[in-house]
């Protein structure tokens, strides 16, 4: 059965500034404290923190970093129309800092032992595009 109800729109979040900085290697902690809304930059900053560091205190962090990505990420969303659900598009790269910082919260959040909020967060990013889920996984 089809269903016959309007879906939204897709989510287009506008170009993130902080990414050429990131992509021409500066550091993701320089990068975030010059762009703080950057949902890019905090996304680096927390799979940085999950690859360096498996001690209790690496995987907090990296539930910081991955949460302030994800909180700055929801407010770009609302601001380009958002309404808490819909696709949010993997193709179109500046959604990308926002969908690789709810996934690091996903995975930051198992690490920490928080596996509903890692459920949660794992379905999230499949909701808003399960291309991203396969991408990021």
Same mark, same amino acid.
């Given at each position: 059965?089809?269903?016959?109800?309007?879906?939204?729109?897709?989510?287009?979040?506008?170009?993130?500034?902080?990414?050429?900085?990131?992509?021409?290697?500066?550091?993701?902690? @320089?990068?975030?404290?010059?762009?703080?809304?950057? @949902?890019?930059?905090?996304?680096?900053?927390?799979?940085?923190?999950?690859?360096?560091?498996?001690?209790?205190?690496?995987?907090?962090?990296?539930?910081?970093?991955?949460?302030?990505?994800?909180?700055?990420?929801?407010?770009?969303?609302?601001? @380009?129309?958002?309404?808490?659900?819909?696709?949010?598009?993997?193709?179109?790269?500046?959604?990308?800092?926002?969908?690789r910082s709810l996934h690091a919260?996903?995975?930051?959040?198992?690490?920490?032992?928080?596996?509903?909020?890692?459920?949660? $967060?794992?379905?999230?990013?499949?909701? $808003?595009?399960?291309?991203?889920?396969?991408?990021?996984?």
């Open positions: 059965m089809r269903d016959l109800m309007p879906q939204p729109p897709a989510t287009l979040l506008p170009d993130d500034p902080a990414v050429p900085a990131l992509e021409s290697g500066q550091d993701p902690a @320089s990068v975030a404290a010059e762009y703080p809304t950057s @949902s890019a930059a905090w996304a680096a900053l927390a799979q940085r923190a999950l690859a360096a560091d498996d001690s209790v205190t690496g995987h907090v962090a990296a539930y910081a970093f991955a949460r302030t990505g994800y909180h700055r990420g929801l407010d770009q969303l609302r601001r @380009s129309g958002w309404k808490g659900s819909g696709p949010v598009p993997w193709s179109h790269a500046p959604n990308r800092g926002f969908l919260l996903s995975l930051a959040a198992a690490a920490i032992g928080e596996a509903d909020e890692a459920a949660r $967060c794992a379905q999230f990013v499949r909701d $808003c595009d399960p291309a991203a889920a396969d991408a990021l996984a």
